[in-house]
């Protein structure tokens, strides 16, 4: 990895910014390898690198937008490569920055598309990153709305980002479309469409699970949903349409993280979260925010989760209906409960409570959020009794809830009925926990999530203290029936 040989000035601004973040030369290098590995690229820098980019040497590429980036994390303020000292260079679109404009948002999210709809497997492998929650967050918490999304005609290119081991330029591995004019006038019968389409894909996911549609999902925005974003609107349809379009996006972050593709559902998350500040919805936002709070807790990230959801709960206000602030309420709880905080868990899980019962039928609720219910609320409390360890209350949770749940919502009567076959195992009833583990299974192999085998593999390994039991090893012999290759031990 070579850097352009002419000599400058020492980089003062750089060298202050290093001794702010309080990285060493050899720190600073090793962030930009692995912040690279995260955009599919192969750098090789070393504190002799840093060296020469003080002496006054530009690094190539896009590496001064990666250098940025590593300073934006770290200070939490966004910083240009000229804040540095550094030349400027093309942005890298990877799908986690949180663009500066609804234009600049729908190149990132375009590309993102075209990259997944394309033959780049290494995508769906990106790692998550924790570190790149934080500024998308920040950012929309404290972002001012959007003056303007309505737009006319103009030639446009299409969105850029970085392929998957391609060069350190940035330059994507298959030829970009040419420039051309995309004047389609969006109307609010495209809106409809869109809502219908979003509806019909959430169905399939409930059902089925994220494996059944999600790339006929990508396509669609990629084929059909880029020429609209790309099309003429005024303000009105405008921020319709990029309301329809976060919660596409964000469905289609979800199907992924189903899937187990989670640095990519993370990508999908961040320009979801963008796409409702340019439709003016703060409440969609906190909703897009919960979610990512959710796949933080699935990932073992506590503390990650909490802050997402109370930036989710400070953003949206009060203001919300009494539905979502529940949903808020309850991600925060499940956060809480990962981290074994019993106290701050059941504050929360009370807090959602309330709100839910202060909810009326009449009450004008998100068609996404209708879902949080009596149903998925006994669910929220039988995750967080089980982490915390509290098996009978999560039994008794778990169980409500599975008698409230309709049969639609097939993937999330499965990872209830897991949590109360481990809660039924914590207690030490043994032969029943197998039972309901095994029509967990039964269910889970009927679709395709990850996420719903995982959890019963999860199971499967808390049954490996007893696998002397009958029944433990008839689970055993089911599950290796159905393809779980699930390690239970001789």
């Given amino acids: 990895m070579t850097d352009r040989s002419a000599q400058r000035s020492p980089n003062h601004q750089l060298a202050a910014l290093i001794a702010e973040a309080g990285f060493s030369n050899a720190g600073l290098a090793r962030r930009v390898d692995q912040l690279g590995i995260e955009h599919g690229l192969d750098l090789r820098y070393d504190k002799t690198s840093v060296t020469r980019w003080l002496r006054g040497q530009q690094p190539r590429g896009t590496t001064p937008a990666l250098i940025a980036e590593v300073f934006t994390r770290r200070l939490g303020r966004r910083l240009t490569a000229q804040d540095l000292g550094l030349d400027a260079c093309a942005p890298v679109y990877a799908g986690l920055e949180y663009a500066a404009s609804p234009e600049e948002a729908i190149d990132i999210v375009s590309g993102l598309w075209r990259k997944d709809t394309g033959t780049h497997a290494e995508l769906r492998r990106i790692a998550f990153t924790p570190a790149g929650l934080v500024v998308p967050s920040r950012d929309w918490l404290i972002g001012r709305p959007d003056e303007r999304v309505a737009r006319e005609p103009r030639p446009v290119n299409r969105g850029r980002i970085p392929a998957q081991g391609g060069g350190q330029d940035g330059a994507p591995q298959r030829p970009r479309p040419a420039d051309r004019v995309r004047g389609t006038r969006v109307t609010s019968g495209d809106i409809a469409a869109l809502r219908a389409i979003g509806d019909l894909f959430r169905t399939l996911d409930n059902a089925y699970g994220g494996g059944h549609a999600r790339q006929a999902l990508v396509r669609y925005l990629e084929n059909e949903v880029d020429g609209m974003l790309r099309g003429s609107?005024?303000?009105?349809?405008?921020?319709?349409?990029?309301?329809?379009?976060?919660?596409?996006?964000?469905?289609?972050g979800w199907t992924?993280?189903?899937?187990?593709?989670?640095?990519?559902?993370?990508?999908?998350?961040?320009?979801?979260?963008?796409?409702?500040?340019?439709?003016?919805?703060?409440?969609y936002g906190g909703y897009v925010l919960v979610t990512m709070s959710r796949q933080a807790v699935y990932l073992g990230h506590g503390r990650e989760a909490v802050q997402l959801a109370r930036v989710a709960q400070q953003g949206v206000g009060s203001a919300a209906p009494h539905a979502v602030q529940a949903l808020l309420c309850a991600a925060e709880a499940r956060g809480h409960g990962l981290l074994g905080d019993a106290r701050a868990c059941a504050s929360a899980l009370m807090r959602a409570e309330r709100a839910l019962e202060t909810a009326r039928p009449g009450d004008e609720v998100p068609g996404w959020a209708r879902f949080f219910d009596e149903a998925q609320l006994a669910d929220e409390f039988g995750h967080c009794h089980r982490d915390l360890e509290q098996y009978r209350a999560a039994v008794r949770h778990a169980e409500r809830s599975l008698q409230l749940r309709p049969a639609a919502y097939a993937r999330s009567r499965v990872f209830c009925r897991t949590v109360l076959a481990s809660s039924r195992l914590g207690l030490g009833d043994v032969e029943q926990a197998c039972a309901v583990g095994t029509q967990a299974l039964r269910e889970a192999v009927e679709m395709r999530s990850t996420r719903a085998t995982e959890y019963v593999y999860e199971f499967g390994r808390q049954l490996l203290p007893y696998r002397d039991v009958p029944a433990v090893r008839a689970f055993h012999e089911r599950a290796a029936a159905a393809g779980m290759a699930l390690q239970l031990g001789a």
């Fill in 233 to 252: 609107y005024g303000e009105a349809v405008g921020r319709a349409l990029f309301g329809a379009v976060a919660d596409l996006t964000r469905l289609a």
């Fill in 256 to 283: 992924s993280y189903d899937m187990g593709a989670h640095g990519l559902a993370q990508r999908y998350f961040v320009q979801a979260l963008r796409l409702a500040q340019a439709a003016g919805d703060r409440v």
